[in-house]
């Protein structure tokens, strides 16, 4: 017979399988009720499109939630994207790749009230 050597034979592992978490949320509210003080918010887009406009203006609605640390490609503008959050001073530092021409964060990062890290 055909003894194949070690060398060629097939191992298979078996894993259990977590219970899936279901990321639909029915509302922004609803994504953002566990979001705290500190929190670090990852913010996904390209310049303003794609950016998460709604989440944002949850988190707007929610003043009491600052200190956020906030990562993105950029800063927004000064009445869009994260620049939203900036002028309510909700953010306490920005990492970025680039800031572009949002004033908000540029008199923010003047005056120390921001801090920044550049990708």
């Given at each position: 017979?055909?003894?194949?050597?070690?060398?060629?034979?097939?191992?298979?592992?078996?894993?259990?399988?977590?219970?899936?978490?279901?990321?639909?949320?029915?509302?922004?509210?609803?994504a953002l009720k566990d979001m705290k003080p500190?929190?670090?918010?990852?913010?996904?887009?390209?310049?303003?499109?794609?950016?998460?406009?709604?989440?944002?203006?949850?988190?707007?609605?929610?003043?009491?939630?600052?200190?956020?640390?906030?990562?993105?490609?950029?800063?927004?503008?000064?009445?869009?994207?994260?620049?939203?959050?900036?002028?309510?001073?909700?953010?306490?530092?920005?990492?970025?790749?680039?800031?572009?021409?949002?004033?908000?964060?540029?008199?923010?990062?003047?005056?120390?009230?921001?801090?920044?890290?550049?990708?």
């Open positions: 017979g055909c003894n194949p050597s070690p060398a060629l034979t097939r191992s298979f592992s078996v894993s259990l399988r977590r219970a899936e978490i279901n990321k639909v949320f029915p509302s922004a509210s609803a500190n929190s670090t918010l990852l913010c996904g887009g390209f310049g303003l499109c794609g950016v998460p406009d709604t989440l944002i203006d949850e988190v707007l609605e929610k003043p009491d939630i600052t200190g956020l640390t906030a990562v993105s490609n950029n800063a927004g503008t000064d009445n869009s994207g994260l620049g939203k959050l900036l002028k309510t001073k909700q953010v306490k530092k920005m990492v970025a790749s680039y800031i572009g021409e949002n004033k908000t964060f540029e008199t923010m990062y003047l005056t120390g009230e921001v801090e920044l890290e550049l990708t």
